[in-house]
């Protein structure tokens, strides 16, 4: 071996060793795709992310988990860059986990060739489903801040530890009676707080900038206004954020409750004369002293709580009768309150009788003029059925959310007069050009280049009119990839209404267009240029017509003679046939003495080939019968009396074999009567026949109205029509699939005639039977597993 031979050897196996290290060490799923054997490996990933321990050796293992929405899109995207020669491949889809969830991926792959030619292929693909949930639910909770904070009508303030300034909105400065400061030295707030809260902040301040406080921050104070007499109430929360055990941001927001504090002494009163209100509506009352920790409860509450009436309970009902999972929710609800003064949570509570009930807790700490809490008053209002009819929402939300998702073609919702995108699906965003960050945007914002095309204004005349807008063809100018191009689009906007009857949104459903409308451009420019051919054109259409019809009628002819010479030579094969079987069983009774043991055994050969060969003529007339024009009225069919006749005929067989066979209810089939009793009596028999040695047989025949989408996957099968899908399951021999287009076909045999009888026609004659009924007939089976054959035939009525 040369030099150069072992050094190209021992870099070789380096590589090797170095990409097992790299698919080991990642936490990314590592492939290898072999383009010329067409297998696919996997490394352990696939079992670590995704829960797979075996799979296909083919690229089967993957094309069969890409879901069904991304699959002929990532298929013909990495199909194309190997035919094109391309080096670099990447895609975003869904794949199919173990336990039947999908999950978001980012794959990518690296194509090697030799000689010119793609040989292999090696990638990696990134489970990114958290990042993307992730950034959904940031942009979520960014979209309620601001519009909580803007309907509260709450301040936003930010303080920098390091520089002692604080920034803050217009909101927060009106609060603290500043105007015009956006950015002020934090010591110049401290004098805008009333001496007598003024060291408790800063104390509140301080710890707030500890690391080992948690960094949390949350008080109420009051503030002098710019004339030196006005006093506010403020309630301020926030939280630092520490780097290194240092603060370098200190963020939260303000909240005005002077009206708060000036009524809570009032709001006692008004408590108790609103008692007798709030019974009325159905919610009960409830008042704490604080001192004592007695309870003044309503029967409306005791019912609410324990779901009986009784006047002797104590306070501990709120903690006996909550359910277990939501003490901690009701403890940090009591613990917020001693902060805000302000009790407000929602809890089950479990009834003496054991079921279980929604209740909403209002309360409020009441304080005398010193600021020590004297009482704590509320109510509290059975919510059961308003939680449950928000399940039901966030269901019909969730299950709305998923249609458009799963969409077959782009689809987009648009919310508010704003056109704000909400739930836009792949097929959509790709339509676009654009990714998720569109979502939440006004639609002038996330498509720019839609503004001065007439699509926003057609928007806005639906959500103003309620009236849905369809259009063909339209054109649009999109920017793909950094290119603004044309595009043409079939397209609807369908407006969606609230309980109140006006629009609070619309739907986007879009179809490009685009091929179909250039190539009948292309088709309207070229007219002109194939005009002058269209007479020659004709005569040669003309000409190749007469020459199919004769092709066409020499067809049917040569079909008819061999139909005739099938029936016919059969009838004719019967007599001699008949002959031999007759002349053979003379001589067995009149000359057995005189034949010695292997005399015998030929005369007993011939008797078996000549039974055989009867049975293989009578199975050729039946056959050649289906191929004929006769019987071929169709007639509602009830196949279970079918079945049962045939059972009953075959009870002799049955009971040798000692099966056991299962008939559930089947629709009623559109058929020919004396062809499905063929059907149904072969796949019955041969269910019993081909049965395990030692083995009774097990047979279950069911049938049910077969799926749209199950039809409209089976390209034999008619679109517009009902089918019912028949099943004979059993437990026998089986068979291997890579056989199945033989055992339909004649005189194909899996088995020898030792082993099992018949004639190799059976299966094919249940074929003709089903094409004769515009039908379908497949099966499903593994050696030793038994099989199941599935039959699609039209359902009557």
Same mark, same amino acid.
């Given at each position: ?75 013909? $995207? ?27 991926? $980012? ?230 309150? !001693? ?41 509290? %209002? ?254 509602? %069919? ?41 059907? !149904? ?117």
């Amino acid at each position: 071996m040369t030099n150069s031979k072992m050094h190209s050897d021992d870099h070789l196996r380096r590589d090797s060793e170095r990409f097992e290290l790299v698919a080991k060490a990642t936490h990314d799923i590592i492939w290898d795709w072999d383009l010329v054997s067409n297998t696919l490996w996997w490394n352990e990933g696939m079992q670590e992310l995704f829960g797979y321990t075996e799979l296909e050796p083919g690229p089967e293992s993957w094309y069969n988990r890409i879901h069904p929405a991304d699959k002929n899109r990532v298929i013909q $995207h990495i199909h194309d860059i190997i035919d094109a020669g391309g080096s670099r491949w990447t895609d975003d889809y869904r794949f199919l986990r173990a336990d039947g969830t999908y999950a978001y991926v $980012h794959d990518r792959g690296y194509t090697i060739h030799e000689n010119g030619s793609a040989v292999r292929m090696v990638g990696a693909m990134q489970d990114v489903t958290q990042e993307l949930q992730h950034q959904r639910a940031l942009e979520e909770s960014e979209q309620r801040l601001n519009f909580a904070l803007q309907s509260a009508q709450l301040g936003t303030w930010n303080l920098n530890p390091e520089t002692n300034l604080v920034e803050w909105d217009e909101r927060c400065r009106e609060l603290f009676g500043v105007r015009g400061q956006e950015s002020i030295a934090y010591d110049s707030i401290l004098k805008r707080i009333h001496p007598e809260d003024r060291f408790r902040v800063e104390q509140s301040v301080s710890q707030s900038l500890q690391k080992e406080l948690g960094g949390y921050y949350n008080i109420q104070f009051r503030t002098i206004g710019a004339d030196g007499v006005t006093l506010r109430w403020l309630h301020c929360k926030g939280q630092a954020y520490f780097k290194n055990d240092e603060a370098y941001r200190f963020s939260g927001i303000a909240q005005d409750i002077t009206d708060l504090i000036n009524n809570q002494e009032r709001a006692f009163y008004a408590d108790q004369q609103a008692t007798m209100t709030i019974e009325g509506t159905g919610a009960g009352s409830f008042l704490v002293d604080m001192a004592t920790n007695e309870i003044v409860y309503s029967a409306t509450l005791c019912k609410i709580i324990t779901g009986e009436v009784s006047d002797s309970l104590s306070r501990k009902i709120f903690v006996e009768h909550l359910h277990p999972d939501d003490i901690g929710l009701r403890n940090q609800a009591y613990k917020k309150a !001693m902060e805000t003064g302000e009790l407000d949570y929602e809890a089950r509570f479990i009834w003496k009788d054991g079921s279980v009930h929604w209740a909403k807790a209002i309360g409020r700490y009441l304080y005398d003029k010193s600021g020590k809490v004297i009482s704590l008053s509320g109510i509290l %209002v059975d919510i059961t059925e308003r939680v449950e009819a928000e399940q039901k929402v966030r269901e019909s939300e969730s299950h709305f959310r998923s249609l458009i998702e799963q969409a077959p073609v782009a689809t987009a919702l648009f919310v508010g007069p704003d056109m704000v995108v909400e739930i836009p699906n792949e097929p959509m965003l790709k339509m676009w050009g654009k990714n998720s960050s569109v979502i939440g945007k006004p639609l002038r914002e996330a498509v720019p280049e839609l503004v001065g095309q007439p699509f926003l204004d057609l928007l806005d005349k639906v959500y103003q009119s309620g009236i849905a807008y369809h259009a063909y063809g339209t054109e649009a100018q999109l920017m793909i990839n950094g290119e603004l191009q044309t595009m043409y689009f079939d397209f609807t906007y369908k407006p969606l209404l609230d309980e109140t009857g006006a629009v609070y949104a619309i739907i986007d459903m879009a179809v490009d267009v685009t091929p179909q409308i250039i190539a009948a451009q292309e088709l309207k420019a070229s007219e002109e240029r194939y005009r002058q051919l269209a007479d020659e054109l004709e005569a040669r259409v003309v000409q190749r017509t007469d020459e199919l019809k004769l092709a066409n009628q020499e067809l049917v002819n040569s079909n008819n003679n061999l139909q005739q010479f099938a029936y016919a030579a059969s009838h004719d094969m019967q007599e001699p046939l008949r002959k031999i079987q007759s002349f053979s069983s003379r001589l067995q009774s009149s000359y057995a003495k005189q034949l010695d043991e292997n005399g015998i055994y030929m005369l007993n050969r011939m008797q078996d080939a000549a039974h055989r060969m009867s049975l293989m003529i009578d199975d050729l007339l039946a056959y050649s019968r289906l191929s004929s024009n006769e019987n071929t009225e169709f007639l509602p %069919v009830d196949l279970n009396k079918v079945i049962n006749q045939i059972i009953s005929d075959l009870e002799i067989g049955i009971e040798e074999q000692q099966a056991e066979i299962e008939v559930d209810k089947i629709p009623p089939i559109l058929g020919n009567p004396s062809q499905l009793v063929q059907l !149904m009596q072969n796949l019955i028999s041969n269910a019993v026949k081909y049965k395990i040695p030692n083995q009774h047989p097990q047979i279950t025949i069911t049938g049910r109205i077969a799926e749209p989408d199950e039809i409209a996957g089976i390209p034999y099968l008619f679109k517009d029509i009902s089918y019912v899908a028949v099943s004979i399951a059993d437990n026998g021999i089986g068979f291997d699939e890579k056989h199945l287009d033989r055992i339909f076909q004649m005189f194909q045999r899996l088995h020898g005639k030792g082993e099992y009888s018949g004639s190799g026609i059976g299966l094919a004659l249940c074929k003709k039977v089903v094409q004769n009924h515009n039908g379908y007939i497949t099966a499903h089976s593994k050696p030793g597993k038994g099989a199941v054959f599935l039959i699609y035939l039209p359902m009557a009525g």
